[in-house]
């Protein structure tokens, strides 16, 4: 087939799969984004791929490539999601599984590392080789990169930012530790440590808008910027970052998030300058556009 080079490339999660077909320049063709079943997901993914497969060939695209980023513990090499809690998988080959279906040349990612991959690629972490990439959201994670690779770690489990036991014996984390960083300072912590104590069911969102208004918002929001400082200078000191990325909904809490964040992280730090923390530029779309520039490697090897 004759046309321009495209991959397919879909960002996994537990509540929606976002697929596209990607050109090499970054460039989106097709997009589509389904809801992740409660049953039968690795069904729903080929059939996803193969659905932006058939539109790209109908579009004159020549497809050479696939690409998935997948939440969980992995070993990216072989392709083994060893166990990921909101799939619901344990030692799935997802490699060897999307190579029999598609014959095509396939790349399995982390999503988060793949995201760091693009934020370093054409985002907010361009031309850096020591960088993390923290999302915040639901939970809390991070893509941790120095002296230009990803840190993976022996297990492949290297960047569970959010399970950084910050508060000696805190609050208890559904992860079965006390005191997570994420139990205090992510969408889910805050929201929950907000009604706890006494307020509304809110959205973290909410309770953001809510500042200055509301002492309770104003207390459980400057909890959470302690923790995520604190957590933050630990990352800083141990791995010397020339920036931090911040993604996730609660980064888009703008001025309250960043102003306040990094005067405790200059706080805590006595003896050298924090790195400067800026919100991703690549967003949502993150996740997707590192399984598209994984898919390209794959199909050039």
Known sequence: MSGLPVVLAVDLGGTAMKGAVVREDGATMTESTLATPSDGILAAL????????????????????????????????????????????RDV?????????????????????????????S???????DFALVPIGTGVAAALVSSGGAV????????????????????PCTCGQRGCLEVYMSG?????????????????RRIVERLGDDPLADRVWSEALDVLAQGLNILTLLLDPGLI??????????DALFAPLGERMSAGLAWRERPPVVRSALGGDAGRAGAALLAFDAART
Do not use: K
């Open 93 to 121: 080959p997802l490699l060897d599984i999307l190579r029999s279906e598609l014959h095509l040349p396939v790349a399995v990612g982390h999503d988060v590392r793949a995201a760091g991959l693009a934020e370093r690629s």
């Open 188 to 204: 889910a912590g805050v929201a929950r440590r907000y009604r706890a104590a006494g307020g509304e069911a809110l959205s973290t």
């Open 245 to 254: 990325v911040l993604g996730g909904g609660v980064s888009h809490a703008g």
């Open 123 to 129: 985002g907010a972490a361009r031309g850096f080789g």
């Open 152 to 171: 993976t770690g022996a297990t492949g489990a290297a960047g569970e930012f959010g399970h950084i036991p910050v508060i000696p014996g805190g609050e």
């Open 46 to 89: 080929v059939e996803l791929l193969g659905d932006l497969r058939r539109t790209a060939a109908d579009d004159g695209h020549d497809v050479v490539g696939a690409g998935v980023a997948t939440p969980g513990m992995l070993d990216e090499q072989r392709g083994l999601v060893y166990y990921a809690s909101n799939l619901g998988w």
